[in-house]
């Protein structure tokens, strides 16, 4: 729950925007995984009938492990969130003068999220057979001495890259 408190906006004329400015540290968001704090900006707007209409500009950083090598990779996030939310009817509602921020939130960053963290663009990644990051250099495995189980099967493999 990112409770927001809107104060007397719904009895606002209608258009009235009141500011949102948030920050939330990272252990009260566990399960994003954050390497910073995430930070809310935007506003909330009384559209009267309608609700409240809110437009969120979130920033973050998160902590992931390189796709590669598994190292932390910290990629920043910043993304824009928006909804209504109602007084009666369908969801999210104003409750007891408050909306929700934590669902929008937790939608935004979790679809600005790159699909694919890597550390760096070329990285090497871990040798598959003895498990070392060869960003720090060769690990004396060669394609000489495969594995002889897999050797009929490295005859079906196409020529690696390199
Ligand atoms: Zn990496
Ligand atoms: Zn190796």
């Known amino acids: 729950m990112l409770g927001v408190a809107i104060g007397d906006l719904r ?5 009235f925007q009141r500011e949102i400015e948030l920050r939330v540290s990272a252990e ?4 994003l995984g954050l390497a910073d704090d995430l930070e809310v900006q935007g506003q909330a707007t009384n559209l009267g009938e ?6 969120l500009r979130v920033m973050t950083t998160l902590r992931r492990a390189c796709a590669r090598c598994l190292r932390d990779v910290e990629l920043p996030v910043e993304t824009d969130a928006e909804e209504t939310y109602h007084e009666s009817g369908d969801a999210p509602l ?5 909306i929700d921020l934590g669902p929008i939130i937790h939608e935004a960053v979790i679809l600005a999220e790159p699909m694919r963290a890597l550390c760096k ?3 090497r990644g871990l040798c598959p057979r003895c498990g070392k990051d060869l960003n720090e250099g060769p690990c004396g495995c060669t394609d000489d001495d495969q594995d002889p189980r897999l050797a009929p099967l490295a005859k079906l493999l196409p020529p690696r890259e390199e």
Request: contains cysteine; aromatic residues 0%.
């Open 50 to 55: 309608e609700g409240i209409k809110v437009d």
């Open 11 to 15: 009895s606002r004329p209608v258009g």
């Open 121 to 123: 663009p070329d990285c």
């Open 94 to 98: 104003i409750t007891m003068d408050t």
């Open 28 to 31: 009260d968001l566990p399960d």
